[in-house]
């Protein structure tokens, strides 16, 4: 009886011990889980977000907080990948100044209407290629995104539209995006992408362009005011062509702006040059009761602000 019972108490022990093994082995890791959690630095906390963004595309889209004193501290991407910025080495110092380059990126007509997201210098990789530009891999380089907050005013499709619509947008995470990249040393390349996006319900392919700025240039008057109109001469800088000429303002001020669209970087180009334009400043031969001119004889003209233009605009602060 003896030799029956010690056998099954044997077995029995085994079973405990190797479950309070079991137990304490879960505790523990319970335990290094929590610890981890509750005390992780930057550094875990920055490996955790970089692994996540990889596995969500979404995710790594560019945000202001990605951009620590001027430069990108995690990578972003537009397009799966086909454009991205990963964090510079920390010795790498930008010849270009980040002045310099926020005023050459936020003039680009890329981003007209489109709101900044980011602003940094980090390396940047672009597999789109096209002719006439040189390939972008681990450029030191500003870069600069932004947004549109999409498009209006979409014709409506016919019966007979051979449009292909787009099924969803749920791969086109960075749509309405686009990004101007000027290069951190002078005469290292500049280009402008924008990725694919949603129009008018059809898919619009990515692009890879020339970057380039809109500048307002400095203008003579050469006539006095004729029929609501006046002539100017508008002095090009080299390698510039002319883009068109606005004015806004009352009877008593107005204001003219000549702008003129300038590669951010050029090789061989005609060199500055003057041309003579027209300003109409107002409607001509009103009818009698109609309102009056918006300038007259005495109307002040004057120059819009000088250098690159603003074309993007700062996110509203909440």
Not at 26 to 48: C, D, E, H, N
Not at 133 to 159: D, H, N, Q
Not at 200 to 226: F, H, R
Request: with cysteine; proline share 8%.
């Amino acid at each position: 009886m003896q030799k029956r019972i010690a056998l099954p108490m044997a077995a029995a022990l085994t079973m405990v011990v190797a479950s309070l093994t079991m137990v304490a082995a879960l505790t523990m890791t319970a335990a290094l889980t929590m610890a981890l959690v509750t005390t992780s630095g930057p550094g875990v906390a920055a490996a955790a977000t970089r692994a996540s963004r990889a596995i969500n595309p979404a995710d790594s889209l560019p945000r202001s907080a990605d951009v620590v004193r001027g430069r990108f501290v995690a990578p972003v991407s537009l397009d799966a990948g086909a454009f991205k910025v990963v964090p510079a080495p920390a010795g790498d110092r930008p010849l270009v100044s980040q002045a310099q380059a926020a005023k050459e990126i936020w003039a680009s007509p890329v981003l007209q209407s489109r709101q900044v997201e980011a602003l940094g210098y980090g390396l940047v990789t672009i597999s789109l290629r096209t002719i006439g530009l040189p390939r972008i891999t681990k450029l030191p380089a500003w870069v600069g995104f932004a947004k549109s907050s999409g498009f209006a005013g979409c014709p409506e499709e016919s019966a007979t539209s051979t449009s292909i619509p787009a099924s969803s947008g749920t791969d086109l995470a960075s749509s309405d995006y686009a990004a101007v990249v000027i290069g951190a040393a002078h005469g290292s390349p500049a280009v402008a992408f924008t990725a694919p996006s949603l129009f008018c319900g059809a898919v619009q392919p990515a692009t890879l362009a020339q970057a380039t700025e809109v500048l307002s240039v400095p203008w003579k008057e050469l006539t006095g005011l004729e029929n609501q109109s006046i002539q100017v001469r508008a002095s090009l800088p080299a390698c510039a062509r002319f883009e068109g000429i606005t004015s806004s303002g009352s009877t008593k001020v107005t204001t003219i702006t000549v702008a003129a669209v300038l590669p951010d970087v050029h090789g061989r180009c005609n060199g500055a040059s003057d041309i003579t334009e027209t300003v109409a400043l107002g409607p001509s031969g009103n009818p009698p009761n109609a309102p009056p001119p918006l300038v007259t004889s005495s109307t002040l003209l004057r120059h819009g602000s000088l250098g690159p233009s603003q074309l993007a605009f700062a996110a509203p602060r909440s």
